[in-house]
């Protein structure tokens, strides 16, 4: 009888495959600066791990999504990081123009002023009433938010091309979901899943990415999409839901704690929503996580974020000044909490990486 070599081969694979647990990587939200910060951890992670920090499952919300749609395309994180931190002309390069197009700022402009417009054509309403009263009345005319995500959109999808990527979910060998929520439904939903999966992976970014108020809602086949943030951090149970016994979650947003600086009353309105935004994303990532690791008992789940005291605010979340300060931070801060805190979530995951791990 002819030995097949070949359905050997895939026989063990398989046997392989089942007796390595599942990793998962789920990479949170926060803009611009965020993903940055991602992109730096990643880069860490791969750095002590001898490797490319493969994963069998990525999770990726909102500027997660852009950083976890390259890395289940088998990017490595510190390809990306070279890309962005030499400015190299190169697709994975995340600049202003990967966000904004060239007349971003006319049009937000545009909707700013439509904006005042709203607000003055129901001022008496204001001076009758209340203020809330005045907006609710202006509420058909103000603009759905300032900027779009269509610059975005196809810079996801111009650089898949360029990389030889996939923009397709089905292609991957790995596991990709992107959450968002769709508004009018107020339901999470996620794409790489169900019928979902039909959907391009740079549309699935963009609407994972759409802040409320900054960004439009970003409309797939007749449906509002935005920040798959709103509500949810992390989303970490998608990837013990898909099988995953190992799950890093990056969360790069903490909320900012310096002592003996300007007190943020005194920074100003854009400092105050910002520490606030970072204190809501913090709670819901501790609730989720509790209730997760609930929910999923044999599975293991490792936090890697900021020290609170050493976070930073580098500047908006969607501004790009800081992006190289936050990218290297990202990695120095991490292979820091890596040699001292981060020791059991290497030693696990060298145990994962394993062919034979159980």
């Known amino acids: 009888m002819k030995f097949d070599m070949d359905l050997l081969r895939r026989a063990m694979g398989f ?89 971003a700022f006319r049009h937000a402009a545009g909707r700013f002023g439509r904006l005042v417009w709203a607000v003055g054509k129901n001022a008496m309403k204001g001076l009758r009433g209340s203020v809330p009263d005045m907006l609710a009345s202006a509420e058909r005319d103000l603009p759905a938010g300032f900027f779009d995500l269509s610059a975005l959109e196809r810079f996801m999808r111009e650089a898949f091309a360029k990389r030889g990527l996939s923009n397709s979910f089905d292609a991957l060998e790995r596991t990709l979901l992107i959450p968002a929520v769709e508004i009018d439904r107020a339901q999470r939903v996620v794409f790489g899943q169900g019928e979902l999966r039909r959907v391009p992976i740079s549309q699935a970014v963009a609407a994972s990415s759409a802040i409320p108020g900054f960004f439009e809602p970003y409309a797939i086949d007749g449906r509002d999409y935005v920040d798959g943030g709103v509500g949810w951090s992390g989303h970490a149970d998608l990837a013990a839901e898909a099988g995953a016994r190992v799950v890093v979650v990056v969360s790069p947003l903490v909320p900012n704690y310096e002592t003996g600086v300007v007190p943020l009353r005194n920074r100003g309105l854009y400092s105050i929503m910002e520490q606030a935004s970072r204190i809501y994303s913090q709670n819901l990532l501790q609730l989720g996580l509790a209730t997760v690791q609930m929910k999923y008992p044999r599975t293991e789940f490792f936090l890697i974020q900021p020290f609170q005291a050493d976070a930073q605010m580098f500047g908006p979340s969607m501004g790009f000044e800081a992006s190289r300060a936050a990218l290297r931070f990202g990695y120095e801060s991490t292979k820091a909490w890596l040699a001292d805190q981060g020791a059991p979530l290497l030693r696990r995951l060298e145990t994962a990486l394993l062919p034979f791990a159980v």
């Open 15 to 103: 046997w392989r495959s089942r007796q390595r647990p599942r990793r998962g990587l789920a990479l949170a939200g926060g803009g611009v600066i965020g993903g940055m910060y991602e992109v730096g951890a990643i880069s860490a992670l791969e750095e002590r791990l001898n490797s490319a920090a493969g994963f069998d499952v990525y999770v990726g919300c909102s500027a997660g999504a852009v950083v976890a749609s390259f890395l289940a395309n088998g990017v490595a994180a510190s390809e990306v990081f070279r890309a962005i931190d030499q400015d190299l002309d190169d697709p994975l390069n995340f600049r202003r123009n990967a966000v904004y197009a060239p007349d």
